[in-house]
């Protein structure tokens, strides 16, 4: 028999359909449960579109079943106001839910367990928690953006076994192999924008576009880290025009920039280099995730480009830990991520 535990993952795996296509709001997924069969299933797929839990209600209907009595599995707690969108606990409760499972709940304290609230004293009962880590971790971007005020930063950076980007006269292509940029490609969707330093602009001349798959509908923001760089130089590069350049001086430089883009409603920043901007998002505490391709190749040379640059430290007590490590292999190439702040 499926237990909670297993309708809740049918749900995660719904709502990771909508990666990268629903920011600046979370991915949800939803399945709706009578007599032990899943008799709707609905995920979040659009900012401004029906939520998951309307899209399963929805989905019960088209196949001729009736809600009633059903439970409902989501795995971030119903809206309860309006948005742009009416509130699910209403929904919930005139299609006659009898009970909701909930994976986790609202992390905006304004609204954090107000559908609990809604949810109970109509008579549903309702559990929380159940693959709780699993529905934090889905829309870990999500949550620090609401929490904070600020995007959730990933720090991606492709290098050799030796730690090096590039050779001394700035070649880098190509240090890690198709799966790994396949990889690079997922992140970018997710992403709100692309942080790139000046250096790394002209050398490269990237095109920080999502191009898997094709006619992506959300390209994200370019932007340019430089004390050089004209919006000229920038309209050569760019265009189409969907670029800015910045000047992040010192820490309190990127702090303010950071809530800036908070405010634009960009939840998650993807910084791909090169080695100083890396540098300098570290030692400003700007980092919350990273994720190092490594790449089973020995450049050498003294003056090859480090994967971060910036000041030398002068013990191992200053190196930065990681938290919740994982180990990823595309293809030959080892993908090293984690958190930079345990939680």
């Known amino acids: 028999m499926n237990s909670d535990s297993d309708f809740m993952l049918e749900a995660i795996s719904l709502a990771r359909m909508g990666w990268g296509l629903t920011n600046p709001n979370p ?166 924008a692309i942080m790139i330093g000046g250096n790394t602009l002209r050398n490269d001349n990237p095109q920080l576009t999502v191009r898997e798959p094709e006619n992506w509908p959300r390209q994200p923001q370019r932007i340019i880290v430089s004390s050089t760089l004209s919006n000229d130089d920038l309209q050569e590069y760019f265009p189409d025009g969907r670029a800015e350049i910045v000047e992040l001086p010192d820490n309190a430089a990127w702090e303010k920039y950071l809530r800036e883009l908070g405010e634009r409603n960009y939840s998650t920043i993807l910084i791909e280099g090169g080695g100083e901007v890396a540098a300098a998002a570290l030692r400003a505490n700007a980092v919350d995730m990273v994720e190092f391709h490594i790449a089973p190749k020995i450049l050498g040379g003294r003056n090859s480009i480090p994967a971060v640059g910036g000041f030398s430290p002068e013990g191992m007590d200053e190196a930065m830990k990681l938290y919740n490590v994982t180990y990823t292999q595309y293809g030959d190439d080892l993908a090293v991520s984690g958190y930079l702040q345990e939680e």
């Open 27 to 192: 991915m949800v997924g939803c399945v709706i449960v009578k007599n032990g069969s899943i008799i709707g299933r609905g995920f979040h797929q659009k900012a401004g579109e029906a939520h998951a839990e309307i899209n399963a209600l929805r989905d019960v209907t088209k196949h001729d079943f009736s809600p009633e009595g059903a439970t409902l599995y989501v795995t971030l707690e119903p809206c309860s106001s309006y948005g742009r969108t009416p509130p699910c606990t209403d929904a919930i409760i005139n299609a006659g839910i009898s009970k909701v499972v909930i994976g986790a709940l609202d992390p905006n304290p304004k609204h954090a367990g107000r559908g609990v609230d809604l949810l109970k004293n109509a008579g549903i009962e309702v559990i929380c928690g159940v693959e709780n880590s699993e529905c934090c971790e889905l829309n870990r971007h999500f949550f620090r953006w609401i929490s904070s005020g600020k995007p959730f930063v990933i720090l991606k950076m492709a290098m050799t076994l030796d730690g090096r980007i590039a050779t001394e006269n700035g070649d880098s292509k190509w240090v890690t192999g198709v799966e790994a940029r396949r990889r690079v490609q997922q992140l970018r969707r997710l992403a709100d």
